[in-house]
């Protein structure tokens, strides 16, 4: 115990001197938080939107009077009145418009007749978010025009009602998760995998083959080490972003119990994965090449930023066995939905086995010669 203590007292000694790296491994996933929260996740407003009137009677006033109500409240849209469908087509492909509304001749006289009157909505389907927006104000700004005028006494249409358990989450919340993984990910990769690659490029761990330490003793003190180095990280975070993304209930004391717990297990299976990777690694460049790498193949399939329902099967399969679904799962579930440790029961338990294997292994892989 006292070799392996002496081992993480070095490791942390020499982490504490160098806070370029503590700073590093702490920032860069708080300012991903800030900026992807901010960027991502929010609602669309001002999207110009040409309105093309070609019949000018009572039925497409309304449908003026229906957008410029959306101006006045949610914003989403301004819109843009033109006189020509061609030169609004030709702005829309330019991007000068987000969209160009346009309501054809007779519209009115279809809508008193009942005969199939319609409205055409040119869209840039290049852009995803902003076309899908703009289709989904339109189908609400129909429905709302197509109800009657007189309700009906007896309701014959089936209505779908809302229950939402939880109040609204702004996507920096969402985002939240997957940076507290995020940043014990970075700590590792920074101040577990290149530290212990940059040690064995400069000889230091010669030294250790020397002395009566164990192969096991020298594994966990190394790992140890860069467990608390990684909690220390991921308490920071998961402090400075739910404040910054205003979870408060993060200061209660069986949610603060659960988070450490938490963070602790994540803590140790990425160190177990990270020292597995770098086990048999000599080249200090190695962790340096691979660090892109590792990062998008296991901080983006992991449901940190997009529902994992979405991805295709092969991605679901590489998810399945990502660490960091199950960490950035709890996360997500102590954080956002208030849940027990019966909800990340399961999470704990695959990141405490995965720490088990990953380090089992490295620790059969260890050199204990040069």
Known sequence: MNRMLAIVERELRKFWRSPTLMMVSTIFPLVQLIVLGNAFGGKIMDARVAIVDQDHGTQALKVREAFNAIRATARTITPVYYDDERQAAEDVRDGRLDGALIIPP???????????????????????????????????????????????????????????????????????????????????????????????????????????????????????????????????????????????????????AGLLLMIVVTSAAFNGLMFLLMVRVEDPLVPRAIFGILNTLLFFPSGSIYPIKAFPPWLRAIARVDPFTYAVHGFKALLLKDASFGAVGLDLVVLTGFAFVTLTIATTLFKRTL
């Open 106 to 256: 007779q519209f009115s006289s279809r809508v008193y007749e009942q005969n199939r009157p319609r409205i055409a909505l040119i869209v840039d389907n290049s852009d995803t978010f902003m076309s899908t927006t703009l289709e989904d104000e339109l189908s609400q700004l129909t429905q709302a025009l197509n109800q009657p005028v007189i309700e009906p006494r007896l309701v014959a249409q089936i209505t779908l009602e809302i229950v939402e358990l939880y109040p609204y989450i702004e996507y920096m919340k969402y985002l939240l998760p997957g940076s507290i993984a995020l940043a014990m990910f970075v700590s590792v990769m920074i101040g577990g995998g290149m530290l212990y690659i940059d040690d064995k490029a400069r000889g230091v761990h010669e030294g250790y083959l020397v002395t009566p330490i164990t192969r096991t003793e020298l594994v966990v003190g190394l790992n140890l080490a860069g467990a608390i180095k990684a909690v220390l990280s991921g308490l920071a975070i998961t402090i400075l972003g739910s404040l910054l993304a205003g979870v408060h209930s993060i200061f209660q004391p069986d949610k603060l």
